[in-house]
Nanobody, 123 residues
Framework: QVQLVESGGGLVQAGGSLRLSCAAS????????MGWFRQAPGKEREFVAA????????PYADSVKGRFTISRDNAKNTVYLQMNSLKPEDTAVYYC????????????????WGQGTQVTVSS
């Protein structure tokens, strides 16, 4: 069982930056791949970025490639999402997830989810 708690969301102007954190409970964090997903009002949840257990594989959605960076600190049981050059279309609730199927882009391959943190980008 893994419990995930996101933090770091907020209101930022377009072009600004935010860093999201996701703290995991338990002693097996390093055995899970981690993912970030987001859901905007009226839209389906979509993949943002993922990272495998070692951090050697980090796929990104095309819409955030070059602007967002996912990383993890296994000693701190935490995964991060650094978001730069934010755009109004990045506005969404951001969720982190843990799974055992590698750095997957499909939400169905993640077993554990956090409650989400709101990111709002003003124009």
């Amino acid at each position: 069982q893994v419990q995930l708690v996101e933090s770091g969301g907020g209101l930022v102007q377009a072009g600004g930056s935010l860093r999201l954190s996701c703290a995991a409970s338990g002693r097996t964090f390093s055995s899970y791949a981690m993912g970030w997903f987001r859901q905007a009002p009226g839209k389906e949840r979509e993949f943002v970025a993922a990272i495998n257990r070692s951090g050697s594989n980090t796929p990104y959605a095309d819409s955030v490639k070059g602007r967002f960076t996912i990383s993890r600190d296994n000693a701190k049981n935490t995964v991060y999402l650094q978001m730069n050059s934010l755009k109004p279309e990045d506005t969404a609730v951001y969720y982190c997830a843990a799974g055992s199927r590698g750095a997957a882009v499909l939400s169905s391959l993640y077993a554990y989810w956090g409650q989400g943190t709101q990111v709002t980008v003003s124009s």
